[in-house]
C-alpha cells in the first residue's frame, strides 16, 4: 500500500479557489492511478476524479466537470486537484486514494490506499 498526506484545505467564499495537494511515500509513484473523493457530512464517499499513471487521462465527476483540474507530478509523487469556482455544495472532507493499475487507464473505483482527509469549507 501506499502512504498518502493530503493538505491545502480550508475554508473559502463561494465563487474561490483552493488546490489541494496529496503526496504518496512510494518508489514507482507512476505504476498508480490516483483519484480524489469527497466524503460530506451524513453522506457517502463520492469520487471526484481520477486521473492515470502517466496524467495522460482524466475523468471527473459531471458536478465537477469545468470546475476542477486534477493533475499529477510523478518527479514529485504528488497529484493536486485545482478545485475554481467553489460552491457551498463542494464542502466536505477530501481524500486523495492511490490504485495500482496496470493500464493507461482512468479507474473509478478499486483504490486500497487512501490518505486522512482534509477539510474543505466553502461559505455563502
Known amino acids: 500500500q501506499v502512504q498518502l498526506v493530503e493538505s491545502g484545505g480550508g475554508l473559502v467564499q463561494a465563487g474561490g479557489s483552493l488546490r489541494l495537494s496529496c503526496i504518496a511515500s512510494r518508489r514507482f509513484f507512476s505504476n498508480y492511478a490516483m483519484g480524489w473523493f469527497r466524503q460530506a457530512p451524513g453522506k457517502e464517499r463520492d469520487f471526484v476524479s481520477a486521473?492515470?499513471?502517466?496524467?495522460?487521462?482524466?475523468y471527473y465527476a459531471d458536478s465537477v466537470k469545468g470546475r476542477f483540474t486534477i493533475s499529477r507530478d510523478n518527479a514529485k509523487n504528488t497529484v493536486y486537484l485545482q478545485m475554481n469556482s467553489l460552491k457551498p455544495e463542494d464542502t466536505a472532507v477530501y481524500y486523495c486514494?492511490?490504485?495500482?493499475?496496470?493500464?493507461?487507464?482512468?479507474?473509478?473505483?478499486?483504490?486500497?490506499?487512501w490518505g486522512q482527509g482534509t477539510q474543505v469549507t466553502v461559505s455563502s
Open positions: 486521473i492515470s499513471r502517466s496524467g495522460s487521462s482524466t
Open positions: 486514494a492511490a490504485r495500482f493499475y496496470g493500464l493507461e487507464a482512468v479507474p473509478v473505483v478499486g483504490y486500497d490506499s
